[in-house]
């Protein structure tokens, strides 16, 4: 007579969903000038002369930072190069906006948060550059956009703040701004770090 063995199922352990930690990516921009209106022809608004990224994790520390300079295909004013000190000379030979495209989109690809003081405009500026390159609907925009200017208006100063007061009032020195735009990233973090935002 055929006995029928017992199987005993092994059971399933219990599905373990582990949160991935979130990214941010902070970020600025230099230009040959300021944002002409919407409506303007796309080859009379200004261009990205550098651009700088930050990403920070959960604990608002700096995992990975980067900053190109970019050739714009023109030169740039005297005005430019007092603010930035940076010079024409500097951007010669630099690869231009489509050249480091790519590199841009790796740091923005996965990010769950992205902040910048004054966003809308560098939020302006790097669109601007995707429209004339016609990639403006493919790039990895992240879902949340913070800006600092913003965040400062609300809660600190009931005013639109320099970074140089956000940054002092934030951190109780003064910040001897260069208007480079990895210098201004890492001291946007520092706010960001003091704020907890």
């Known amino acids: 007579m055929a006995t029928k063995k017992a199987t005993k199922k092994?059971?399933?352990?219990?599905?373990?969903?582990?949160?991935?930690?979130?990214?941010?990516?902070v970020y600025d921009t230099e230009t040959t000038g300021l944002l002409k209106p919407e409506v303007?022809?796309?080859?009379?608004?200004?261009?990205?002369?550098?651009?700088?990224?930050?990403?920070?994790?959960?604990?608002?520390?700096?995992?990975?930072?980067?900053?190109?300079?970019?050739?714009?295909?023109?030169?740039?004013?005297?005005?430019?190069?007092?603010?930035?000190?940076?010079?024409?000379?500097?951007?010669?030979?630099?690869?231009?906006f489509i050249e480091v495209l790519p590199e841009i989109e790796e740091a923005f690809m996965g990010v769950h948060r992205l902040m910048a003081h004054n966003l809308p405009?560098?939020?302006?500026?790097?669109t601007t550059e995707l429209r004339r390159l016609g990639r403006q609907y493919a790039f990895p925009y992240p879902p949340n956009?913070?800006?600092?200017?913003?965040?400062?208006?609300?809660m600190i100063y009931g005013r639109r703040a320099k970074l140089t007061e956000l940054y002092e009032k934030t951190l109780g020195k003064p910040l001897?701004?260069?208007?480079?735009?990895?210098?201004?990233?890492?001291?946007?973090?520092?706010?960001?770090?003091?704020?907890?935002?």
């Open 10 to 25: 092994a059971a399933k352990a219990p599905a373990v969903i582990t949160r991935k930690p979130l990214r941010t990516l």
């Open 40 to 96: 303007s022809d796309i080859n009379q608004q200004p261009k990205i002369i550098e651009f700088a990224v930050a990403e920070i994790d959960e604990g608002y520390e700096i995992v990975a930072e980067h900053s190109w300079l970019i050739y714009p295909g023109e030169e740039i004013t005297p005005e430019i190069t007092k603010i930035t000190g940076l010079t024409n000379d500097d951007l010669v030979g630099m690869p231009t």
């Open 121 to 126: 405009f560098d939020m302006g500026m790097l």
């Open 145 to 154: 956009q913070v800006c600092t200017v913003q965040l400062a208006n609300e």
């Open 176 to 197: 001897a701004q260069t208007h480079r735009a990895l210098d201004d990233v890492r001291a946007l973090v520092e706010v960001i770090r003091g704020q907890r935002w």
